[in-house]
Nanobody, 126 residues
């Protein structure tokens, strides 16, 4: 089975940067998407960014476009999320996820993911 382990979270001031990593192990689908999600207290889990291994296409939530960058290192089976110009509203638990892509839309949000990491906490102070 697939196992995902996040790292890189921490506490930084507004305007700072962090890079999150997600190490994947076990069998990964030949065609799959991987993404980052976040959940703040009292809010629903929301998609932040995702990448499709089929063609490298990416998705970003409007709230993070221009600030966050998702990428993969296939040799290391690792997913990254570079976060710049961080804002207090970015404070949340960040989760790495992976989902099989069989056809149609490659990114379908939370419901399209099959495996989840346990999360890494990101706290941004003003």
């Amino acid at each position: 089975q697939v196992q995902l382990v996040e790292s890189g979270g921490g506490s930084v001031q507004a305007g700072g940067s962090l890079r999150l990593s997600c190490a994947a192990s076990g069998y990964i689908y030949s065609n799959y998407c991987m993404g980052w999600f976040r959940q703040a207290p009292g809010k629903e889990r929301e998609g932040v960014a995702a990448i499709y291994t089929g063609d490298g296409d990416t998705y970003y939530a409007d709230s993070v476009k221009g600030r966050f960058t998702i990428s993969q290192d296939n040799a290391k089976n690792t997913l990254y999320l570079q976060m710049n110009s961080l804002k207090p509203e970015d404070t949340a638990m960040y989760y790495c996820a992976a989902g099989e892509v069989l056809g149609g839309l490659w990114y379908e949000g939370v419901d399209g993911m099959d495996y989840w990491g346990k999360g890494t906490l990101v706290t941004i102070s003003s």
